[in-house]
């Protein structure tokens, strides 16, 4: 059996078109219904600022598209060729304009307004190019005052799933449990996933968002700054997995001890990782996730133990890229140490200060 979920997104998208086939109806604007509803496919934006910002741009193509029609139909022809030739004059225009991205609605704007021009050309361009603006408004309402996306819960969710597989991968190369064609694919999602997380991070930032939010205002700013350094953090963790990916033979050559102490380190760091996000949460008290630190002598003996490994005959003079391979694993594990320092005490201190404005985020 198909388990099909509509999600917000989908909501909103068929709500906009159930209007835009209804209100061109009441305002006179019967023709262009098609129009309008093509305009809130086109106009739905993910980010609630994009749909705005996207406004006006929208209107001033779709009017170029409007006049172009009208004085090509009017003066010259509405013939296939005409057609063709002044939906290539838009694009150009367009394009000259920095307006590349509006082709699509606009295009389709100028070849109805010539396909159907009906007994008062004006009058047609007049009616169609104020359908497809009525679609546009309809979307920028509809997006912004309909269910208003959670990019904060959101991020925070999927920070959870990123930190999990990337642990759970960085555990299985460790283990010599992982395939290497497999784990190509996985750490490509894991990049797809960071690119998803910024997206929100970004949508975050929008003045409308904050707006929507305006009596947690000062609760969101806080956890923007520890949303920034979880970003950084996952992106060192990806790091650590892709290099360790890469390098999967040097590893697995490496003497039995070394082994052990990168497994013992890492295990470290990504179990505290997983334990501040659940402090993050409120289900791990703020002062906890304390064992991140080593001490002097063991992180000496860490470091004496790659460089040893990374300093032997065959990785001088043999193999140069074993050498780097170890470098880069150490600085980058030492990195994640570091970022991961950071990230605890943002987080003690985002949870520390409660406020009546606190943001609640779902670890499920």
Known sequence: MINLKIGARTFKTSLAILLAMIIPKYIGLEDGVGLATAAVIFSMMPSVQETFDKIGSRIISNIIGGVIAFLVSNYIGDSNLLIAAASAVLIAILNQLNLGSMIGLSTLTTINVMLYPGSNILLTAIQRVSATLVGVLIAFFVNTFVLPPKYDVKFYQLTVSLTDNSTKYVR?????????????????????????????????????????????????????????????????????????????????????????????????????????????????????????????????????????????????EYDFSKGNDLLSIMTTIFEYDKELQHFNKLTNSFVKYKRDDQIKYKYE
């Not at 929507?212 to 520890?226: A, C, G, Q, W």
């Not at 920034?228 to 996952?234: A, T, Y």
């Not at 000496?300 to 005959?313: I, V």
Request: hydrophobic share 40%.
């Open 172 to 316: 299985s190369m460790l283990r010599k449990n992982a395939q290497f064609p497999i784990m190509s694919e996985d750490l490509k999602q894991l990049k797809k996933d960071l690119h998803t997380l910024n997206k929100y991070y970004k949508y975050m930032m929008d003045p409308i968002y904050k707006r929507f939010i305006s009596s947690k205002y000062y609760s969101l700013l806080r956890f923007l700054v520890v949303c920034r350094q979880s970003i950084k953090v996952n992106q060192i963790l990806y790091k650590v997995a892709f290099i360790m990916h890469e390098s999967e033979n040097t590893i697995n050559h490496l003497p039995k001890e070394l082994r052990t102490l990168i497994r013992e380190r890492m295990e470290t760091l990504m179990t505290a990782h997983e334990q501040i996000l659940l402090k993050w949460n409120g289900r791990v008290l703020p002062d906890n996730v304390n064992f991140m630190k080593y001490r002097n002598d063991l992180r000496k003996s860490f470091m004496e133990a790659f460089y040893l490994e990374a300093s032997t005959e065959e990785a001088m």
